[in-house]
């Protein structure tokens, strides 16, 4: 258990439809990152923030956005669902924001798009 | 941005046997080099790493190696148990500086026949 939580664990939704996807990193961790995993992409970066704040932007779709409350959880929204969107999203923690903090993992939101 | 590939994409092996998994990278600022592994339903989960001042590393029955004028680094398992059987990302980036997200390869998908 890395102490990273994320709900749903699974979602099924139509076309055309809005989504939140939610993140509660692990204790102490103040950088949330959202990656998408599909089959054909890979695991692809989304978006991170710290404290609050947006640090980086990764291969995220205008029809996606994310934010970090004061709390430090995160929520991404996917809205106007296409097919495409169909995959697994995961939410990763780390102490701080540059590349030497490891990331955590939590388990993932299946997401199937019908 | 750093491109990664990884290889092979799919590997198996006897139990017991040993295993190998190489991934090249193309920005030679990178000096940090994780491996990751994913289990069915999980997220990935960091197993080694390796900085760019040591050439080798080993945590019991898995090892990384690292060639930086080759830009590429491998994963070494042995004695391979169905436990091992997994997918294995790798995501080489650079450590300091300010936000960095992880490019990760492929994957290889590892399945070790009892």
């Known amino acids: 258990d890395s102490g990273v939580t994320q709900t749903p664990k699974h979602l099924i939704t139509a076309t055309g439809q809005r989504v939140t996807l939610r993140c509660s990193p692990r204790?102490?961790?103040?950088?949330v990152y959202w990656y998408q995993q599909s089959l054909d992409q890979g695991l692809q970066f989304l978006i991170q923030?710290?404290?609050?704040?947006?640090?980086a932007k990764g291969n995220i779709l205008e029809r996606f956005s994310a934010q970090q409350f004061p709390d430090l959880h995160s929520e991404l929204n996917l809205s106007s669902l296409e097919l495409g969107d169909s995959a697994l999203y995961f939410c990763a923690s780390s102490v701080g924001t540059s590349g030497r903090w490891e990331q955590f993992f939590g388990p993932g939101t299946r997401l199937t798009v019908l | 941005g750093e491109n990664v590939e990884q290889h092979p994409s799919t590997l198996s092996v006897q139990e017991g046997d040993s295993a190998v998994i190489k991934c090249t990278y193309s920005d030679s600022a990178s000096n940090y080099f994780p491996w990751y592994k994913q289990e069915l339903g999980k997220g990935p989960q960091l197993i080694i790493d390796i900085r760019s001042n040591v050439g080798e590393k080993k945590d019991q029955r898995i090892a990384v190696t690292l060639n930086k004028t080759a830009k590429h680094f491998s994963l070494h398992i042995t004695e391979t148990q169905p436990e091992d059987s997994a997918v294995y990302f790798c995501a080489p980036r650079e450590s300091s500086g300010s936000a960095r997200q992880l490019t990760f390869g492929s994957g290889t998908q590892l399945t070790v026949l009892p």
């Open positions: 204790s102490g961790d103040l950088s």
């Open positions: 923030y710290y404290n609050g704040e947006e640090r």
